[in-house]
Nanobody, 122 residues
């Protein structure tokens, strides 16, 4: 019922910047929390940043001061501005929507995007 499509990944040198976008579409009534997670090869998926519908944000310690999450509620879109990138930021980045209320079915749901690769070269 909901699709999340990420864009903006790619290859960048250390110290560079990238901006990820994630657009949600489908029978969406509301989305409480949007977020970004990442998974490096051989590692577990980890939280990068989240933002609630009210604008409250949460960041992993490893990205504080370098990454900024934002959302455009009217567009059902969440962004991740990544500055001062490091090689250890290399991973597949996944968009997440949690606490999603649908127009057609009761309940709260969680959805994931397909992921976008971010590679930071040293």
């Amino acid at each position: 019922q909901v699709q999340l499509v990420e864009s903006g990944g790619g290859l960048v040198q250390a110290g560079g910047s990238l901006r990820l976008s994630c657009a949600a579409s489908g029978s969406i009534f509301s989305m409480n929390e949007l977020g970004w997670y990442r998974q490096a090869p051989g590692e577990q998926r980890e939280l990068v940043a989240t933002i609630t519908s009210g604008g409250s944000t949460n960041y992993a310690d490893s990205v504080k001061g370098r990454f900024t999450i934002s959302r455009a509620n009217a567009k059902n879109t969440v962004y991740l501005q990544m500055n001062s990138l490091k090689p250890e930021d290399t991973a597949v980045y996944y968009c997440n929507a949690d606490g999603v209320r649908l127009l057609t079915i009761r309940g709260l749901y969680r959805y994931w995007g397909q992921g976008t690769q971010v590679t930071v070269s040293s």
